[in-house]
């Protein structure tokens, strides 16, 4: 009975989606005003909207700069192949809060929000990380599908750091690998944020697309990087594209070494399993998680949402609400800006998250 509700709910913007969009296996060709802002480390559209400035190099509020912070680079051998870069604010606090940035984002993008609510919440060890692969983590692209190997490294990280059951908040593509966790190890999480939750169909076609699927396309990677008959053929070649030059600018020597001692074929193979595992979910109410996974759900979860619009077609209102009657002991919540977000964020974990034995 749920599949065929929600699969009558999505028909309805299939078809709208239909007018506005053309979408091959591997490549897109679109007209999409709301969600076409491009940049590397940014939630696709984020500059459409008021939580870009929540959320993505914010502004600090009073005292964040004073905010002790604890940098950490925590290597998760052997349970899991990677090194993941973290910072901990409030490092001596008992409320564990984990944020799981967006899009292609990482610490230094998302930091600042970490700190914004660690000032306003002491009482919160604030956790940021940067997910594999991307900021200054290390270079592992795995066998599952993208957001399944980060949900694994997160649930090592939380094993590893001590800090369960802990609040996760996850942004569009970090609520993703936050979902796997609650999903598979729901003794890690204490509540779930997702903020915004990403689905429906547009969203499964594009974000495969602009996360995976244009490593394998020829007309893609011509406009990366500006090269007539461009195409990924070493790993030299994928350094050149955006995403890779930005993560070897900033990255150790070591992690350089790893990128170009990379396989060429095991990436591209990761980018199809990838952007597969996405666009097959373009029929559920999250992105990349099966609606009988949402309804089976055991924690307390929230969804913040910036907009009470229609006309963003990546983190639709319509499966925000679809997911909170599928999602048991969930609510819906607007807040576009950082007050109203910590008005609804900061009672929320002191709710549900049990202090840590320290």
Excluded at 239 to 258: C, D, F, I, V
Aim: hydrophobic share 40%; glycine share 6%; aromatic share 8%.
């Amino acid at each position: 009975m749920l599949r065929l509700k929600f699969t009558s709910m999505f028909s309805g913007l299939m078809a709208a989606c239909a007018l506005i969009m053309s979408v091959g296996t591997t490549g897109a060709e679109a007209v999409d005003v709301q969600n076409d802002v491009m940049d590397v480390t940014l939630f696709r559209g984020a500059g459409n909207n008021t939580w870009f400035e929540v959320y993505f190099k914010a502004d600090l509020v009073n005292g964040a700069d004073k905010v002790e912070v604890e940098t950490l680079d925590i290597d998760l051998r052997p349970k899991r192949d990677v090194t993941l870069h973290v910072k901990i604010f409030n490092p001596d606090a008992k409320l564990p809060l984990i944020i799981t940035p967006g899009g292609n984002g990482d610490t230094d993008g998302f930091g600042n929000f970490a700190r914004n609510v660690a000032v306003a919440a002491p009482d919160f060890k604030v956790i940021i990380y940067d997910r594999r692969n991307l900021g200054r983590s290390s270079i592992n692209f795995g066998d599952s599908p993208q957001m399944i190997e980060e949900g694994e490294d997160l649930h090592a990280l939380i094993e590893h750091l001590d800090v369960a059951p802990a609040t996760l908040y996850g942004m569009s593509s970090g609520g993703r690998s936050n979902l796997v966790v609650a999903s598979k190890y729901p003794e890690d999480i204490a509540a779930l944020v997702l903020a915004p939750l990403t689905g429906g169909p547009l969203a499964a076609a594009r974000l495969s697309e602009e996360y995976f699927f244009k490593y394998l396309n020829t007309e893609s990677l011509t406009t990366m990087t500006h090269i007539s008959d461009s195409s990924i053929s070493s790993m030299e070649d994928l350094g050149k594209t955006p995403l890779w030059s930005a993560y070897l600018e900033r990255n150790q020597e070591h992690y350089k070494k790893a990128f170009f001692g990379t396989h060429i074929d095991d990436f591209l193979s990761s980018m199809k399993t990838s952007g597969t595992h996405l666009r097959s979910a373009g029929d559920q109410t999250a992105l990349g998680m099966q609606d009988r996974n949402l309804a089976a759900l055991t924690v307390p979860a929230t969804l913040i949402l910036h907009h009470g619009s229609y006309k963003d077609y990546l983190h639709p209102i319509t499966n925000s609400r679809a997911a909170t009657t599928l999602i048991p002991n969930s609510s819906l919540e607007f807040a576009p800006f950082l007050p109203e977000i910590l008005e609804h964020l900061i009672p929320f974990v002191r709710s549900n998250t049990p202090a840590l034995r320290q």
